[in-house]
């Protein structure tokens, strides 16, 4: 049996209606399926009966700024959207940094973020590069481009090209 985990970064799981739930229990099941373990790191506030069915650990709060700007920082002039997005992304790593790393991850585990947004790319990136190359998991993103325009492709494809190296 394979002693692999898989690690399911989802901020946005959160209550039994919606998408989140059903794509998360689908992700559990087949990797129970095929002899792996996994952990999904979920909103703070889930719902207590996805906690009581799936193996969730509770850790996010933010989950109206990962896909909307704060509009706190949106008013201050000239830097106000650079700290808007600088804010999140440590927000993000610092939840990386804590969750993930207290725990024995190999390079036989896979951490899988299924809604990645422009606004969490840098935090991973930053969190996945501190690992050093021989020990880092396997690392899996599906990556939403939305057209709002407050999302610019250049810090995206940078933070991308980061994880690449």
Request: include cysteine; aromatic fraction near 14%.
């Amino acid at each position: 049996m394979p002693s692999s985990v898989l690690y399911i970064i989802d901020p946005f799981l959160k209550t039994l209606g919606g998408h989140y739930y059903t794509m998360d229990r689908g992700y559990v099941e087949g990797a129970k399926r095929l002899g792996h373990r996994s952990l999904i790191l979920a909103d703070r506030r889930i719902d207590a009966k996805i906690a009581a069915e799936l193996p969730v650990e509770r850790v996010f709060n933010e989950q109206q700024h990962l896909w909307f700007p704060n509009e706190r920082f949106l008013r201050i002039p000239r830097f106000g959207k650079l700290l808007d997005k600088l804010s999140i992304n440590l927000v993000f790593f610092w939840h990386l940094l804590q969750k993930l790393n207290r725990r024995t991850i190999t390079r036989d585990d896979v951490v899988f973020i299924p809604t990645t947004t422009p606004r969490l790319l840098y935090g991973c990136a930053w969190w996945y590069r501190m690992i050093p190359a021989e020990k880092r998991p396997r690392l899996i993103l599906l990556v939403h481009l939305p057209s709002y325009p407050y999302f610019e492709s250049r810090g995206t494809y940078s933070a991308l090209r980061m994880l690449a190296t």
